[in-house]
């Protein structure tokens, strides 16, 4: 795991200068590579590269970057792991007779696979996760390429120089672009306003105009002659249609949709032949996945997906695995005792970590450091720690993040099929009719209703915010009439366009709206409502969410983190299984199960699904309220000029006071402005 970053000098710069600045961009990703750091300059075109090193595989010198081919022809800075390097080197060494090897690391083993097959045939054997910049001397070319899925971050884009020609850069995070001197770029209202609406800015943009994330299984091509058919968009690459923007060419070599294609004419009969075939490649890429010079573990929140990748981890292992887990003092987050009970019967060497709620809150002050554009999952919090306890013990940790949107995990999944069934069976003009009479009450009066009606039948299982719960069925009454409305509806925050303070003449209605979500789906196999949001959540979310998160809590501690449900061979099997094995009835990852319970008793796992949470709404009103106020500060935000200073008092009034329930909305406007305040 590493970091890169580079960009094309300027000519007024000086290449002396230019190394210089170099040197501070790479620094600023000692994180992400804390044992060596190594630089790359041409003068003829005036491109630098620089990288920041983790040492996981080939610990020796020989593994250093920027690297250069055997050629001298290719040139690498390269973040990730290629699980399969061996069987290429394998594969190589058969077709090639005069290879001979400097090193024992996969970064080696790229190049002479990118030389030897050329890009476009290299990329599909790889079993692995990367960003890659890449320079071809011969031809001037330089390229910029990122995983299937998106698990190594890459950031693009052109920084506005005041009084100067733009500059094309890259990085692994935004601060080391921001390094750049005299970087001025603006923050963007678009990129704003999604970010309050999905609680993350959604690829291809990123908080800054100009900056941009190069999108999961994409290549980038920089070349000195412009391409001819020029996009004005945001640039977003259809499988049939790249995108084509100054120097820029963006071609996707991985389509999702097209894999999904495939995979629904070979459809699996019976789930036992589902889950066998899953059950098989899970333990050949987590044999793969374990390859590493370095300490390596897993972490363990005892659910589903992190126990059955533990499962078979320890059944493949000799020695027993270290597994990691976290605790809170309060019972109700606390999911630790869930982890030791497999942790004890898998019996692995477990580590329990308890954060308490002052050493949570310490880490708050430092998430815009560590996340570098406004991020406002607020299981950021426990998975940083998480990460802070396997550093302790281990530098490569795997986990059992894309479960969920692989094999119908999600609540939604379960709720909303169901629920678009119940909506659509009534006629628009009556759903409208019922939604605008569910609103005519305001929240307060159906809580008091329920609270009445709660005393009268005795309910002893009460249902929390029932007020704001009848006011979202009564928007999606309203507003709802269609599953691509619904699932919107189910996966952002309402009326984020009252946060974001706009001039009316540059805001679209649908600037909320994400390209993947525009997006058309494959023309085959997906073809009902679940299957369709685990497919739009595999697109961004879990690239832009779940991935982003454990990218940057685990580099921020120097850990490497593995994904093995990720590897396109799991992701391949799981399109090829129907809905009804993923699915049955109201519990999702049935074929995961049937693979978890040969090894874990049924009733150690079974229990509602949790998210990983903190008490936050709670800490909001107490021990961080002093914190809360003086970045929600009234006059503050009417002079910062980009959120509305009005609503956001009435909210955070609301929520002080317990009318509303506002924490997912109040601790995103913090985030953002934790964030505001540490550009400054």
Same mark, same amino acid.
């Given at each position: 795991?590493?970091?890169?970053?580079?960009?094309?000098?300027?000519?007024?710069?000086?290449?002396?200068?230019?190394?210089?600045?170099?040197?501070?961009?790479?620094?600023?990703?000692?994180?992400?590579?804390?044992?060596?750091?190594?630089?790359?300059?041409?003068?003829?075109?005036?491109?630098?590269?620089?990288?920041?090193?983790?040492?996981?595989?080939?610990?020796?010198?020989?593994?250093?970057?920027?690297?250069?081919?055997?050629?001298?022809?290719?040139? @690498?800075?390269?973040?990730?792991?290629?699980?399969?390097?061996?069987?290429?080197?394998?594969?190589?060494?058969?077709?090639?007779?005069?290879?001979?090897?400097?090193?024992?690391?996969?970064?080696?083993?790229?190049?002479? &696979?990118?030389?030897?097959?050329?890009?476009?045939?290299?990329?599909?054997?790889?079993?692995?996760?990367?960003?890659?910049?890449?320079?071809?001397?011969?031809?001037?070319?330089?390229?910029?390429?990122?995983?299937?899925?998106?698990?190594?971050?890459?950031?693009?884009?052109?920084?506005?120089?005041?009084?100067?020609?733009?500059?094309?850069?890259?990085?692994?995070?935004?601060?080391?672009?921001?390094?750049?001197?005299?970087?001025?770029?603006?923050?963007?209202?678009?990129?704003?306003?999604?970010?309050?609406?999905?609680?993350?800015?959604?690829?291809?943009?990123?908080?800054?105009?100009?900056?941009?994330? +190069?999108?999961?299984?994409?290549?980038?091509?920089?070349?000195?002659?412009?391409?001819?058919?020029?996009?004005?968009?945001?640039?977003?690459?259809?499988?049939?249609?790249?995108?084509?923007?100054?120097?820029?060419?963006?071609?996707?070599?991985?389509?999702?949709?097209?894999?999904?294609?495939?995979?629904?004419?070979?459809?699996?009969?019976?789930?036992?032949?589902?889950?066998? &075939?899953?059950?098989?490649?899970?333990?050949?890429?987590?044999?793969?996945?374990?390859? /590493?010079?370095?300490?390596?573990?897993? =972490?363990?929140?005892?659910?589903?997906?992190?126990?059955?990748?533990?499962?078979? #981890?320890?059944?493949?292992?000799?020695?027993?695995?270290?597994?990691?887990?976290?605790?809170?003092?309060?019972?109700?987050?606390?999911?630790?005792?869930?982890?030791?009970?497999?942790?004890?019967?898998?019996?692995?060497?477990?580590?329990?970590? +308890?954060?308490? &709620?002052?050493?949570?809150?310490?880490?708050?002050?430092?998430?815009?450091?560590?996340?570098?554009?406004?991020?406002?999952?607020?299981?950021?919090?426990?998975?940083? =720690?998480?990460?802070? /306890?396997?550093?302790?013990?281990?530098?490569?940790?795997?986990?059992?993040?894309?479960?969920?949107?692989?094999?119908?995990?999600?609540?939604?999944?379960? @709720?909303?099929?169901?629920?678009?069934?119940?909506?659509?069976?009534?006629?628009?003009? +009556?759903?409208?009719?019922?939604?605008?009479?569910?609103?005519?009450?305001?929240?307060?009066?159906?809580?008091? @209703?329920?609270?009445?009606?709660?005393?009268?039948?005795?309910?002893?299982?009460?249902?929390?915010?029932?007020?704001?719960?009848?006011?979202?069925?009564?928007?999606?009454?309203?507003?709802?009439?269609?599953?691509?409305?619904?699932?919107?509806?189910?996966?952002?925050?309402?009326?984020?366009?009252?946060?974001?303070?706009?001039?009316?003449?540059?805001?679209?209605?649908?600037?909320?709206?994400?390209?993947?979500?525009?997006?058309?789906?494959?023309?085959?196999?997906?073809?009902?409502?679940?299957?369709?949001? #685990?497919?739009?959540?595999?697109?961004?979310?879990?690239?832009?969410?779940?991935?982003?998160?454990?990218?940057?809590?685990?580099?921020?501690?120097?850990?490497?983190?593995?994904?093995?449900?990720?590897?396109?061979?799991?992701?391949?099997?799981?399109?090829?299984?129907?809905?009804?094995?993923?699915?049955?009835?109201?519990?999702?990852?049935?074929?995961?199960?049937?693979?978890?319970?040969?090894?874990?008793?049924?009733?150690?796992?079974?229990?509602?699904?949790?998210?990983?949470?903190?008490?936050?709404?709670?800490?909001?009103?107490?021990?961080?309220?002093?914190?809360?106020? @003086?970045?929600?500060?009234?006059?503050?935000?009417?002079?910062?000029?980009?959120?509305?200073?009005?609503?956001?008092?009435?909210?955070?009034?609301?929520?002080?006071?317990?009318?509303?329930?506002?924490?997912?909305?109040?601790?995103?406007?913090?985030?953002?402005?934790?964030?505001?305040?540490?550009?400054?």
């Amino acid at each position: 795991m590493c970091g890169i970053t580079g960009f094309y000098k300027p000519n007024q710069i000086k290449i002396l200068e230019a190394e210089n600045i170099l040197k501070s961009m790479t620094n600023t990703l000692s994180h992400r590579g804390p044992d060596a750091s190594g630089i790359f300059s041409d003068s003829s075109t005036n491109l630098l590269m620089g990288h920041r090193r983790l040492s996981i595989l080939d610990t020796s010198n020989d593994g250093l970057q920027p690297m250069h081919s055997h050629s001298a022809n290719l040139v @690498i800075a390269y973040n990730g792991e290629i699980y399969n390097h061996l069987e290429i080197r394998a594969q190589l060494e058969e077709e090639n007779t005069s290879v001979s090897w400097n090193s024992t690391s996969d970064t080696e083993t790229l190049l002479e &696979a990118f030389e030897h097959w050329g890009i476009s045939d290299t990329l599909p054997k790889l079993r692995g996760m990367f960003a890659i910049a890449l320079f071809d001397k011969s031809k001037g070319d330089f390229y910029l390429i990122r995983d299937r899925f998106g698990e190594k971050p890459l950031y693009y884009g052109w920084i506005d120089q005041k009084d100067e020609k733009s500059v094309f850069s890259f990085a692994s995070e935004l601060k080391a672009i921001k390094k750049f001197p005299n970087f001025s770029n603006q923050i963007s209202k678009d990129a704003l306003l999604q970010y309050f609406s999905y609680m993350y800015v959604p690829s291809p943009l990123s908080i800054y105009e100009g900056i941009y994330k +190069l999108e999961p299984g994409c290549i980038l091509k920089f070349t000195s002659q412009p391409p001819q058919k020029q996009m004005c968009d945001i640039p977003h690459s259809l499988s049939n249609e790249p995108y084509a923007y100054k120097n820029i060419i963006i071609n996707r070599w991985y389509d999702l949709g097209e894999i999904i294609n495939t995979a629904s004419q070979n459809r699996f009969e019976n789930s036992e032949e589902a889950t066998s &075939a899953l059950e098989s490649e899970l333990e050949e890429v987590i044999r793969l996945q374990s390859l /590493s010079d370095v300490p390596l573990g897993a =972490f363990l929140s005892g659910g589903v997906d992190s126990s059955t990748i533990v499962a078979l #981890m320890q059944k493949k292992s000799s020695e027993p695995i270290k597994t990691f887990t976290i605790g809170f003092e309060d019972p109700s987050f606390d999911e630790s005792p869930f982890a030791r009970d497999v942790a004890n019967h898998l019996k692995t060497d477990h580590s329990e970590l +308890l954060v308490t &709620a002052n050493d949570a809150q310490s880490i708050i002050p430092n998430l815009p450091k560590i996340y570098d554009e406004p991020f406002a999952d607020y299981s950021q919090i426990p998975t940083y =720690f998480v990460c802070k /306890s396997a550093k302790q013990a281990v530098t490569v940790s795997l986990s059992g993040d894309a479960g969920d949107e692989l094999f119908g995990g999600y609540n939604r999944y379960l @709720i909303g099929p169901g629920l678009w069934s119940k909506i659509s069976i009534l006629p628009r003009f +009556l759903r409208e009719f019922i939604g605008k009479i569910l609103l005519f009450l305001p929240i307060n009066n159906w809580d008091l @209703i329920y609270r009445q009606y709660s005393k009268f039948f005795f309910k002893k299982d009460a249902i929390s915010h029932f007020g704001e719960k009848v006011h979202k069925m009564a928007s999606r009454l309203r507003n709802v009439h269609s599953e691509d409305q619904l699932f919107l509806s189910l996966i952002t925050e309402p009326l984020a366009e009252r946060i974001v303070l706009n001039d009316k003449k540059n805001f679209k209605s649908d600037n909320q709206i994400p390209p993947f979500l525009k997006d058309p789906l494959p023309a085959n196999g997906v073809n009902d409502f679940a299957s369709m949001m #685990m497919y739009r959540d595999t697109l961004n979310y879990l690239t832009d969410d779940i991935l982003c998160k454990v990218d940057r809590a685990s580099m921020s501690n120097s850990l490497e983190t593995r994904v093995p449900f990720l590897d396109h061979k799991i992701v391949e099997l799981a399109w090829r299984m129907p809905l009804k094995m993923k699915i049955n009835r109201s519990e999702g990852k049935s074929v995961l199960r049937n693979i978890l319970y040969k090894h874990v008793p049924k009733k150690i796992i079974e229990r509602p699904k949790a998210g990983f949470s903190i008490p936050l709404g709670d800490w909001l009103k107490g021990p961080l309220k002093e914190w809360a106020d @003086i970045l929600l500060e009234k006059s503050r935000i009417q002079k910062e000029g980009y959120l509305n200073a009005e609503y956001v008092s009435e909210i955070w009034a609301e929520h002080l006071e317990g009318k509303r329930d506002w924490t997912f909305k109040i601790w995103s406007i913090l985030m953002f402005q934790s964030w505001l305040e540490s550009t400054k």
